[in-house]
C-alpha cells in the first residue's frame, strides 16, 4: 500500500471539494477507480455530506489549546478532546497521536476522512471536517452521553432495558447502512462498546473507522494480514486465517448484543471472553424483574448467541 505524505496532504486539502475522491485515489491502493460511489438508494436517516477544513486556530481555541482537561478519550494512535467553536457548536476533536509513526498515522487519517466523508447516517457518526496544519486532526459532533462502555461499565452511570433496546436497534440499523446501503460497502473491522457513542437523546452512533475497509460489490471477502482489532470481538474466521466480510462486523455485533445483555465485559479478568460465558450462563435471569418486555429481551439474547457463533456460514448478513 502506497501513503500520501504530510506535504501532499496540503496540497490535497487545498483542491476544490469535488476532485477529492480523484486525488485520494491516486495516493492510495484501497480506492480504486473500479470502486467508485455508485448513487444510494434512497434509504431512511441519510444525511448530505457536509464537511470543510478546519485552521489549526480554530480547533487550538475551541479545546483551550489542547488542554489535557478537555480529554473525553484515548486510543492507541489518538486523542479525543471535546471542544466548543466560536459559533457555540460542540465538537470532538481527534488528534492523532505524535507517537505514531507517519505511514500509521497517514494510513488511519486517509481511511477515516475517506470512509465517513461518504457517509451519512443516523447511527453513524457524523463527520464535520479535518485539519492538516500541525498535526492530523478530524473534528466530529460532540456525544454528550459518552460511549456505550461507558454507560454500561461506569458506576456512576446506568441503563434501563429500553435504553438498552433503543442502543441495540440504532446500532443494528447503522451497521445495515454501512453493508447495504453506503454508497460503499464498509466493514468496520472494530465494533464495540467503545466505538459506539450516544447523542443526548441515547441514539447510537458507530464511530471510529480507523480499521475499516471497503470491500467491492463483486467480491466475497477480503484476506488481510496483519490481524487488527479488540480481542473478544475477533470473529475466529478473521482472527485465524483473516477473512473479512460483513459477518466479520456480525459477530463483534452479536459480542456487543451479549454485553449490553448482561453489562458483563467481553473479556473477563480470567480472561474467559463473554460469548463463552453466555454460552454455560443466562444473562436472562438478572431482568426478569426489571422489565416488561420481555419478549424482546429474549429475542436479543437469541440474536446475540446466533451472532456470535464460531462459523460465518451460521450467522446471518
Known amino acids: 500500500m502506497r501513503y500520501i505524505r504530510t506535504a501532499s496532504l496540503k496540497r490535497l486539502f487545498s483542491l476544490k471539494r469535488q476532485s477529492f475522491d480523484k486525488e485520494i485515489s ?69 488528534r492523532l497521536s505524535k507517537f505514531a509513526n507517519d505511514e500509521r498515522k497517514e494510513k488511519e487519517f486517509l481511511t477515516e476522512i475517506g470512509t465517513l466523508g461518504h457517509v451519512c447516517h443516523t447511527n453513524v457518526t457524523a463527520l464535520l471536517g479535518c485539519c492538516i496544519d500541525n498535526g492530523l486532526y478530524l473534528i466530529f459532533q460532540f456525544s454528550s452521553k459518552g460511549s456505550v462502555a461507558s454507560l454500561l461499565h461506569d458506576e456512576k452511570m446506568s441503563a434501563d432495558w429500553k435504553t438498552r433496546h433503543k442502543i441495540a436497534v440504532g446500532i443494528a440499523r447503522g451497521l445495515h447502512y454501512l453493508h447495504k446501503s453506503c454508497p460503499r ?70 459480542v456487543l448484543l451479549l454485553e449490553l445483555i448482561s453489562g458483563k465485559k467481553p473479556v473477563d479478568g480470567s480472561h474467559q471472553s463473554l460469548h463463552s460465558w453466555v454460552r454455560m450462563n443466562s444473562p436472562i435471569k438478572h431482568w426478569i424483574n426489571y422489565t416488561t418486555d420481555f419478549t424482546k429481551f429474549t429475542v436479543i439474547n437469541s440474536i446475540g448467541k446466533t451472532y456470535t457463533k464460531p462459523w460465518g456460514v451460521q450467522r446471518a448478513n
Open 185 to 254: 460497502r464498509i466493514i468496520h473491522r472494530d465494533i464495540k462498546a467503545s466505538n459506539v457513542l450516544l447523542t443526548a437523546d441515547f441514539e447510537p452512533q458507530i464511530s471510529d473507522f480507523g480499521l475499516a475497509k471497503w470491500l467491492p460489490s463483486q467480491w466475497t471477502h477480503h484476506s488481510i494480514a496483519p490481524i487488527e482489532g479488540t480481542f473478544g470481538h475477533l470473529a475466529p474466521e478473521y482472527f485465524m486465517h483473516g477473512v473479512v466480510d460483513e459477518k466479520t462486523d456480525v459477530f463483534a455485533f452479536g
Open 26 to 94: 491516486k495516493g492510495c491502493d484501497y480506492i480504486s477507480e473500479e470502486n467508485k460511489p455508485t448513487a444510494p438508494s434512497p434509504t431512511e436517516n441519510l444525511r448530505k455530506p457536509n464537511w470543510k477544513c478546519f485552521s489549526f486556530e480554530e480547533i487550538f481555541a475551541a479545546t483551550n489549546g489542547f488542554s489535557s482537561d478537555y480529554i473525553v478519550g484515548k486510543g492507541g494512535f489518538a486523542e479525543v478532546y471535546r471542544g466548543v467553536l466560536e459559533d457555540g457548536q460542540a465538537i470532538a476533536v481527534k
